[in-house]
């Protein structure tokens, strides 16, 4: 129903080029996450698919039509903006029936489909409402409503729960899972957040400088991202990155790194002063000095169950090597299965038995 | 520094108080401390002195005697004789041409309003998104605003003679030519098409800055939604403009109330009288006729129109976003 | 196969579409330019070319005598002189009246403050067309309409001038204030060392009023002027129109060139910063 894909997508904007030969596929019912630091050319991605800010040149197919030269109105999209753009002149219940009266629904089959989507938004009460006399919260649902009642093929969704406040936000989030469970369309969410992302979505499609960086599960991008920029994105506090000496580098996760005041039989162990220390609750967060071998005076985030190291103790550094990561000179990672040679010389280095 | 002395001073009084000797000096800080109160509120007085002198010898003093003046007859030299209601009795029963000037100063600026508005509300539409041959456009049509009306109403005067270009155009297209200003049923329109000609650029353009602050996710959501132009025009667009619009149509109304050059120098208010306005009846019955008791009736009439446009203006001000 | 035309119907669509616009957007260019190209072009044709009918579009015999007429017979230089020191003089006195009540107004909490404040926005809404007949008299009492005192004074303070500096005073944050009285500062220092350098684009664009207002300034002079030595530019044109041999369009035209001059240089110098502040008056 709603696969989208998208071949050699190039933007620029006067002189400069946000996207170039980007290719990228979203299956159908997927909930879809573009994830990455803002001016990534994520939105710009979503408006390319809206129709809103067509790309400069490429294919964009819907559905298995090629769909770039048709007007936004037409793909059977819906979009739901970050500041909502409700139609402040409008009533809730005029907001969401105007795109119905535009494609000439009935009258009798849109106060039905109102009346249906306002009751599972929870909006039914609101329905004769000016937006001004609305919390933030309900303009959300109002969007949303604005968007369901159309059943399109794909709903846009560009950080649509940045201007709710923290608690609010967690609830509507897991509301638009429960939303994309009950629909089954396919959705494609913008956010900065990679906690949004990772919580929300079947796929992640991590993107930076208008390069997608990987496009895979929540649970592949963390345990097995492709670069450097990944393994980082992905992850609080992030990955521990540190340079080896044949010009590669080794990564590790702080919460997979064992401190223990004695020396363990781990592959990977050096001994670090503790300088500071962050109580989490049921984590503690230390940042750690390095006080032996070749990364000497490097310092790495620890997070531990143990809370008990205080500022300035000596601790080991203990990490196995199945949670350790490799990454060539260009930050691409080296992964046994494919790369095996280069994979073992890192391992050599580490263990200092090569330079 | 000083008032600090000085507050540091009371407290020390203060911790004193029932020392009787100290009594006499606590008068004196307080004496000091009043004239230096009374110096330390002159500044602000000081400094709007000539505006409030200014204001208050060339606008309040004038209108106030403008007012007592409609009671009176008088020339200019001889002496003031009142009349009473007299002056106004003259403008409204006794001769028929300030009734003939009100309507058309009613005429006019209901057609100025109207037709300055639809043609602002299209061109800032259709001028809307941002590139060279737009920013072009808006600024060949927003020029006109800042020359004299004096300047444009000559060059127009020569277009619209009998011997002019618009009817060597007419000609061309084998229509009949117009005799514009020289024409009791025409002299009205010509005047009208130049203060529209005139004020379109600038009118456009505070559309213009009124569109661009609607954020410009609302016009997409409506794009979206698949609406078509028209309604998105008449659903979204004005609707989202309509503070603006009505703030621009009593601006434009006090304006065009006040009308006086283009007339002057376009038809003198003629042919006959069918374009004869208020303030151009004013001055004709100041300067030539010598009747200023019947002047300042006009004026105070022309006074309590602006007086209640001006309400509406600053009431709208205070209300001015309506949305968001 | 069908899928190509369909995309390339719509890109002739658009392309036409795109085409019929410009062609508008020229045409309605051309609606706006062209009164002031046809004055141009009339002030280089001889009188005798003016009379012609259908009109010449370029001046078949190329001339400037209108020009001549007008600096020569007309002295409209001595009418400009006038308009310059008006203005000239408007300017730098509206400076010294308008800051220091614009500062008091933003800065200061005074007894009678909305009074006075009321006076101001009266000024503001009150036109010269209401007060004309009082003020006229009152310089007649003075004895100085052999002057050109009576087109600078009643214009000193400008209420928009006041408003407009008023809202930027508001904007230069107290702690500056503060501190500068801290050090010592007296408050005619604060204002003309520190409220005024920082709000040059302000000053600058009330001057720009100022001037505007005054070069284009019609009525007001023809109320208060008898002598045809203390009129400016803007009369000087009138005359012209008023010339009792008829009307000479090639002299008017000329005359109102260089009326309009001045403000076209102004326009093409800096017409962004005129919109811009020009929108910002209407929207204020």
Known sequence: MGEIILKNINKTFGNTKVLEDLNLKINDGEFAVL??????????????????????????????????????????????FQNYAIYPNMTVKGNIEFGLKNNHVPKAERERLIAEVAESVGLTEYLKRKPNALSGGQRQRVALARAMVKNPKVFLMDEPLSNLDA????????ELIELHNK?????????????????????????????????????VIYDDPNNVFTAQFIGTPSMNILPLKNGSFVGYRPEKVGLTPEETEAFYKVRGRIITREMLGSETLYKVQIISGEHQNETVMVKSLDSGFQEGQDAWVQVALKHLYFFDGKEQRIREADRAEDYGACVRCLKGEEA | MRETEVKAAENLMDTNKNLPERASEKKKQRKRHFGRRILGALPPYIMTLPAMASFLLFTIYPILDMILLSFYEWNGLTERKWVGLGNYDYLFNIQIDFKIALKNTLVYTVAVVFFLQLFALIFSVWLQKDSRINSFVQRVMFFPHLCAMLAVSVVFSW?????????????????????????????????????????????????????????????????????????????????????????????????????????????????????????????????????YGVAAAAGVVLL????????????????????? | ??????????????????TVNLI??????????????????????????TLKFPPTLWPQDFTFEGYVHVFQELDILSYIKNTLIVTGTVIVIQFFVNVPAAYAFAKWKFKGQGLMWGIVMTGFMIPGQLTFMTVYFMFADWGILKTLWPQIIPTCASAFSIFLLRQNFKQIPEELVESAKLDGSSEWKILWRLMVPMSKATMVTTILFSFINHWNAYFW??????????????????????????????????????????????????????????AYRGMK
């Open chain 1, 183 to 219: 629909l089954k369309t396919t959705f494609v969410y913008v956010t900065h957040d990679q906690v949004e992302a990772m919580s929300m979505a079947d796929t992640i499609i991590l993107m930076n400088k208008g390069v997608i960086q990987q496009q895979a599960s929540p649970e």
């Open chain 1, 167 to 174: 608690k609010l936000r967690v609830a509507m989030r897991s």
């Open chain 3, 221 to 278: 002079p023809l109320v208060m002027t008898r002598d045809e030595d203390l009129k400016p530019i803007t009369l000087a044109i009138e005359r012209l129109k008023n010339l009792e041999q008829g009307l000479n369009y090639t002299d008017i035209m000329a005359g109102n060139v260089i009326l309009v001059l001045p403000l076209v240089i102004l326009f093409l110098l800096a017409s962004k910063k005129i919109i811009q502040a020009m």
């Open chain 1, 35 to 80: 994830v990455g630091a803002s001016g990534c050319g994520k939105t710009t991605l979503l408006r390319i698919i809206a129709g809103i800010g067509p790309a400069t040149s490429g294919e964009l197919f819907i559905d298995g039509e090629e769909v770039s030269d048709l007007a936004p109105g037409k793909r059977n999209i819906a979009m739901v």
């Open chain 3, 1 to 18: 196969m069908a899928r190509l035309t369909r995309k390339q119907k719509r890109a002739v669509k658009r392309a036409a579409g795109n």
């Open chain 3, 24 to 49: 508008f957007k020229l045409f309605v260019s051309v609606l706006f330019l062209f009164p002031f190209y046809w004055m141009v072009t009339t002030s280089f044709k001889p009188y005798l070319e």
């Open chain 2, 159 to 291: 277009l619209m003679d009998e011997q002019g270009l618009f009817n060597a155009v007419l000609e061309f297209f084998h229509i009949p030519g117009l005799r514009w200003l020289n024409d009791s049923t025409t002299a009205m329109i010509s005047v009208v098409i130049v203060a529209v000609w005139k004020g379109i650029g600038y009118q456009a353009l505070l559309l213009l800055s009124a569109l661009k602050s609607i954020p410009a996710d609302i016009f997409e959501a409506a794009e979206l939604d698949n609406t078509p132009p028209l309604r998105k025009f008449f659903r979204i667009t004005i609707p989202l403009l309509s503070p603006q619009l009505f703030f621009m149509l009593i601006t434009i109304t006090l304006n065009s109330f006040k009308v006086f050059d283009s007339v002057r120098i376009m038809t003198n208010g003629g042919p006959g009288k069918s374009t004869l306005v208020l303030v151009y009846y004013i001055y004709e019955y100041a300067q030539a006729n010598l009747k």
């Open chain 2, 304 to 324: 309590i129109f602006l007086l209640i446009l001006t309400v509406i203006y600053f009431r709208l001000i205070g209300k001015r976003v309506h949305y968001q």
